[in-house]
Nanobody, 126 residues
Framework: QVQLAESGGGLVQAGDSLRLSCAAS????????MGWFRQAPGKEREFVAG????????YYTDSVKGRFTISRDNAKNTLYLEMNSLKPEDTAVYYC???????????????????WGQGTQVTVSS
């Protein structure tokens, strides 16, 4: 059993920064890849960033490249998402996810991830 718990969301102004954390517990050794997704009201859940659990290889959706940084601390079983230069269109519930089904850059679809956190709200005001 694996549990993921996000924290760090909040209300910020455009241009501000936030750091999300995701604490993983349980059988984390089963992870191949972890990622961050987000879901805005009325929209489908979308991929934001991913990282391999074995080596620090990262990949991003185009809209956050250069602004967001995904990282992980394996010793602490914690995933992070550093978000800079936030925009109102970044407003969404952000979800941490893990997968034992795929590895690396090819893991971008919701259905490829089999472990999910409960989500944390990020609101960016203009």
């Amino acid at each position: 059993q694996v549990q993921l718990a996000e924290s760090g969301g909040g209300l910020v102004q455009a241009g501000d920064s936030l750091r999300l954390s995701c604490a993983a517990s349980g059988r984390t050794s089963s992870f191949y890849t972890m990622g961050w997704f987000r879901q805005a009201p009325g929209k489908e859940r979308e991929f934001v960033a991913g990282i391999r659990w074995d080596v620090p290889v990262t990949y991003y959706t185009d809209s956050v490249k250069g602004r967001f940084t995904i990282s992980r601390d394996n010793a602490k079983n914690t995933l992070y998402l550093e978000m800079n230069s936030l925009k109102p269109e970044d407003t969404a519930v952000y979800y941490c996810a893990g997968t034992s089904n795929c590895l690396g850059d090819g893991c971008r679809r919701v259905g490829q991830f089999n472990y999910w956190g409960q989500g944390t709200q990020v609101t960016v005001s203009s």
